[in-house]
């Protein structure tokens, strides 16, 4: 059968990055995005870059209240919103002068048959489609979403004022990085969740000290509390509680996790479950040919596991065996102020959970001169490895942890011992040399 193309994208969050590849490596290449200007997908446009930029403004802001500082700081919404602007505009240029020799099909993309898309007013036809349609904000039931008095993660990356009070419904990366930022801008921030600990499945210590951590940064946390219902009112945000209790806020930011897109999927022969496009272990879906990347497939929603996957993908039907990806082995990370959450390979709670014998080594970073000075005194170092000693993974709270964590991941993934560990001297005075004294524990 004659096909239109070798390769079809459908998505152009990462699926761009797979794209590029295909095309210089010479097969006909073609990219289907409905909104050619979101090139780049949720991450660079709405989430984890313009993200971390507002982190990274509400950290010095934070840290310039420290009485060593003479004066006051505010922080412009406008100001950063047109500068996030101005950087998104120049990113997603170079995204698409990459895509040079890619065909870029701007138009609604459906999967309507096997080797089939329906591209605006046309099918067109591919050997190969790798799905990568991305997710979208979780709503929960009861909770009346409008985008002013009840808001998203993408109305906060566009605010042009902050609030004079905001609150948070969610635990997970987005919630306690939303928390995090307002409260470092001098919001009045308050955090709403179903459970008790946070973050979820984190070592004990960590949990702990970031729970310290927020109520230090000043948001006031409210652990056990489901909302029943959300409604914007002249009042405000109405709020009832499981319970009954009522709860009034000027703004509610619903940060309870994303869904996968698989409204393009139109055709039975690609399986979807709860999760979101089934796949196997190379990403292939029931349908021969057929593929689904980031966060669609519901394996994990990371902008760099979405990356890796399409690598993986186009790797393969180029015919070059990649090594299969351990997603396990992908770095996680929650990026609160000042210090943040990372971790890779096994936590000690999944240890715990499998009944594995391992060996520990935790190391708290309080009165650690460097750590002081980072304000990171409830930092945390805490390293695995198995019964044979080969080092299985890590949990970070520090500064910056999500940089940090990379020396674990590469002692995972170059399957490192705790005697070659041990040997690596690592500078002084870092935050690193109290993950090198990690090693020598172990």
Request: hydrophobic letters at 40%; proline letters at 4%.
């Amino acid at each position: 059968m004659s096909y239109d193309y070798d390769l079809l994208f459908l998505g152009g969050g990462l699926n761009y990055a797979g794209a590029v590849i295909a095309a210089k490596a010479g097969l006909k290449t073609a990219l289907v995005e409905r909104n050619m200007a979101h090139l780049g997908g949720t991450c660079l446009h709405n989430g984890c870059i313009p993200s971390k930029m507002y982190l990274h403004a509400a950290e010095t802001l934070r840290a310039s209240r420290h009485t060593h500082f003479g004066g006051e700081l505010g922080l412009d919404m406008a100001s950063l919103d047109d500068e996030k602007e101005r950087m998104l505009s120049r990113s997603t240029q170079a995204i698409t002068k990459q895509c040079a020799a890619v065909d870029l099909l701007d138009a609604e993309g459906l999967l309507i048959a096997p080797h089939t898309v329906q591209a605006g007013g046309r099918s067109v036809t591919a050997e190969h489609i790798v799905i990568g349609t991305g997710s979208r904000p979780f709503i929960p039931e009861g909770i009346v979403y409008d985008g002013e008095g009840v808001i998203t993660s993408d109305e906060v990356l566009n605010m042009r004022a902050l609030p004079e009070k905001i609150a948070v419904y969610g635990s997970g990366a987005i919630g306690l990085e939303m928390a995090s930022f307002f409260a470092a801008a001098g919001v009045e921030t308050e955090l709403i969740w179903r459970h008790d600990t946070l973050p979820k499945g984190a070592h004990p210590t960590i949990a702990k000290n970031m729970r310290s951590q927020l109520e230090n940064i000043g948001v006031k946390l409210l652990p056990n509390h489901v909302v029943k219902s959300a409604k914007t009112t002249k009042r405000g945000v109405h709020i009832v509680f499981a319970d009954g209790r009522e709860h009034y806020v000027p703004m509610l930011l619903v940060a309870t996790g994303r869904i996968p897109n698989t409204g393009a999927v139109m055709t039975d022969t690609v399986a979807i479950d709860t999760k979101g496009i089934e796949t196997d272990g190379h990403f292939e879906t029931a349908l021969p040919g057929h593929y689904a990347i980031g966060d669609c497939n519901g394996k994990l929603q990371l902008a760099h596991a979405a990356r890796a996957e399409v690598l993986y993908v186009v790797r393969r039907i180029l015919g070059k065996r990649p090594e299969p990806l351990v997603l396990d082995n992908v770095v996680k990370f929650i990026h609160t102020l000042p210090s943040s959450y990372a971790y890779v390979g096994k936590t000690k709670a999944k240890l715990e959970k499998e009944g594995a014998d391992y060996h520990e080594s935790v190391v708290p970073l309080l009165r650690l001169p460097h750590a002081h000075t980072h304000d990171a005194d409830l930092g945390v170092m805490a390293v695995y490895s198995d019964r044979e000693n080969f080092i299985v993974g890590g949990e970070i709270f520090a500064p910056n942890a999500e940089e940090l964590i990379s020396i674990v991941a590469m002692a995972i993934a170059g399957e490192m011992d705790t005697s070659l560990a041990k040997r690596t001297i690592l500078a002084h005075p870092t935050f690193s040399e109290s993950l090198e004294k990690s090693f020598l524990r172990l």
